[in-house]
């Protein structure tokens, strides 16, 4: 197993990049997930410094929903066709970014459309029909990403979010039934503990119905904070792993408030590995 994490997690943390990265290095990660904001202006100085530290970055996250400014512009399912276009934009500048890095994977969210306005995402759900009503017209969006990406080397990998976000993609299931008809090799699932937490009957079987698409996994607790300091069972969710041979990476996605966040990062990653060191001796 491998061990990366987001660098969307520490942008609120006022601290030089290059110290960020030196410390991450010293604490036993891997690699890092490049944040989707291909304009932003620190883009190339985050680039030299990660090259600098010769620290990986296995792909990047797309900053889907509200969590960025133009965020509310990205939506795959949206009937605006300004949008969807802005949206396809979007995910080509981070597919070509992600190649520049250095990386191979992006995640896709369906993040909830104007059409369903009015929708208690809180209470209710999307009837079978009408999710497979949106996998229909989104597909050939879909395909012709899937198409750019696979000229830059880069996986698109569907994550399924929770009920908050957008009812369309909530659960492995759902993952697996648009994964099953896209049907191509650079296209495949990424599955989050944290909204796994919130919507999946059972994490494990989620894990296990993922098997042959699953390239990626996000980990925080059911607090969004890094593994150990909330109550998710991360012994049955690395032994869900183990049982379908996961041997790629695992990206820590924490919210992190504190300039002191070093304390967790390094306690999330050591728990979780100690986790593993048990396994590997039973
Ligand atoms: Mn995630």
Request: net charge negative; proline share 3%; glycine share 6%.
């Amino acid at each position: 197993m491998r061990y990366a994490i987001t660098l969307s997690s520490l942008r609120k943390i006022n601290e030089p990049i290059d110290k960020e990265i030196e410390r991450l290095l010293s604490q036993g990660y891997d690699a890092v997930e490049m944040y989707g904001d291909p304009h932003e202006a620190r883009v190339r100085s985050i680039k030299e410094t990660l090259n600098s530290y010769d620290m990986a970055v296995c792909g990047v996250t797309g900053m889907w929903g509200t969590i960025t400014e133009n965020g509310w512009k990205r939506s795959l399912t949206s009937t605006n066709t300004d949008i969807l276009k802005h949206t396809c934009k979007y995910v080509k500048d981070c597919i070509e970014m992600c190649r520049e890095f250095g990386g191979h994977e992006m995640n896709i969210c369906l993040v909830s459309s104007e059409e369903l306005s009015g929708f208690d995402s809180t209470h209710d759900m999307l009837m079978t029909e009408q999710k497979e009503r949106m996998t229909r017209k989104l597909m050939p969006t879909l395909i012709g990403l899937i198409e750019v990406a696979k000229d830059r080397d880069v996986k698109l990998l569907l994550e399924p979010l929770n009920r908050y976000v957008s009812p369309y993609c909530t659960t492995a299931l759902d993952a697996v039934n648009i994964a099953k008809q896209v049907n191509l090799d650079n296209f495949g699932i990424l599955l989050d503990t944290f909204h796994m937490n919130i919507e999946e009957d059972s994490i494990g079987i989620a894990i296990s119905i993922s098997a042959g698409w699953l390239e990626h996994m996000h980990f925080a607790d059911n607090n969004r904070k890094m593994p150990g300091f909330g109550h998710i069972d991360f012994r049955s969710v690395l032994d869900g792993l183990a049982k379908i041979s996961y041997n790629k990476f695992i990206g820590f996605e924490p919210n992190l408030s504190q300039i002191d966040y070093e304390l967790p990062t390094k306690k999330g990653l050591d728990f979780i590995k100690s986790i593993e060191g048990k396994e590997s001796q039973e």
